[in-house]
């Protein structure tokens, strides 16, 4: 199983930046694909970015691009969510997950961390 702890959410007000951090642990060896997702209210859980645990593809949605950029750090297990020019129509609790070799979707999945932008 791999575990994951996200944090870095909070209340921020539009136009301002947050960054997300998504710490993996356990069977971190497995893992092909880690990626953000998020969930407003009344809503469905959507994609919003991507990035392959080894190799330098990353994968947005068009919500994000331009704005938002996902990275990682391998010594750490942990990938990161940096949040530029926020707008309230990005509030929503944001998840990470993770995909791994042997699975053919994201499998394991963070507790979240709720985003908050004011207008």
């Known amino acids: 199983q791999v575990q994951l702890v996200e944090s870095g959410g909070g209340l921020v007000q539009a136009g301002g930046s947050l960054r997300l951090s998504c710490a993996a642990s356990g069977r971190t060896f497995n893992i092909y694909t880690m990626g953000w997702f998020r969930q407003a209210p009344g809503k469905e859980r959507e994609f919003v970015a991507a990035?392959?645990?080894?190799?330098?593809?990353?994968y947005y949605a068009a919500s994000a691009k331009g704005r938002f950029t996902i990275s990682r750090d391998n010594a750490k297990n942990t990938v990161y969510l940096q949040m530029n020019s926020l707008k309230p129509e990005d509030t929503a609790v944001y998840y990470c997950?993770?995909?791994?070799?042997?699975?053919?979707?994201?499998?394991?999945w963070g507790q979240g961390t709720q985003v908050t932008v004011s207008s």
């Open positions: 997950a993770t995909k791994g070799y042997d699975s053919g979707d994201y499998d394991y």
């Open positions: 990035i392959s645990w080894t190799g330098p593809r990353t």
